[in-house]
């Protein structure tokens, strides 16, 4: 079953290694001069390059609940109701619980976005509220673990991973996050997905 494949390639050694990881990524980012960067990249970039990141940025929604959504129709056309139900539970509270934690967060530190402070970086896509840590980042994050939770293979985690860090990057390169941001909503979603795991391959049919 994916969760016993799951406790083999993934275990709780690999994953406080990786929030240290990007722990210590965080702290490097943060003293360096994060604006310029987010100038370079404005500089750089054409209007049709910016239309398809912001495509990309919003396809959040699409994905993290789109994706559960096409798993749980399968499951009710086929004989897996039930077990194809807890990965639509799983993958719904792992987004959702990422994203009422990335927004207690949001009003706890109130930063304010790089547009906001710097008058050279422009707002090129929706960034309501405060900055720190990404939502769109976090939501993505933790979609793309609890589908790789559920199905621990390459042909899941690269183009989910992949998609998530492209989700992270438009989110910098659209002037309305911080790469500190950005890695804090890693940290956040991947957290939240592995966590809720632990319970729900102890609570349910998924651990058996």
Excluded: C, N
């Excluded at 050279?120 to 589908?147: C, D, K, N």
């Excluded at 293979?153 to 309305?176: E, N, Q």
């Amino acid at each position: 079953m994916a969760s016993s494949s799951v406790k083999q390639i993934i275990s709780w050694s690999q994953f406080i290694g990786l929030l240290v990881v990007l722990a210590i990524a965080m702290i490097t980012v943060s003293a360096l001069p994060q604006l310029d960067f987010i100038f370079w990249l404005q500089q750089t970039g054409s209007p049709t390059e910016v239309k398809i990141l912001q495509f990309f940025s919003d396809s959040i929604t699409l994905f993290s609940l789109g994706i559960p959504t096409a798993i749980a129709i399968r499951g009710e056309l086929k004989s897996e109701k039930k077990r194809t139900r807890l990965y639509f539970l799983f993958i719904g509270l792992s987004v959702g619980i990422a994203g009422l934690v990335s927004y207690i967060i949001k009003k706890i530190f109130s930063a304010l976005r790089p547009y906001e402070v710097d008058v050279r970086i422009m707002q090129w896509s929706v960034g309501g509220g405060y900055s720190f840590p990404s939502g769109h980042t976090t939501e993505a994050f933790a979609a793309a673990t609890a589908l790789t939770l559920l199905f621990p293979t390459w042909k899941v985690a690269l183009p989910a991973f992949s998609w998530a860090l492209l989700i992270a990057y438009t989110r910098v390169h659209l002037g309305v996050h911080f790469p500190f941001d950005v890695l804090g909503g890693m940290i956040l979603g991947i957290s939240s997905a592995y966590l809720l795991h632990t319970i729900f391959i102890r609570k349910t049919e998924l651990g058996r």
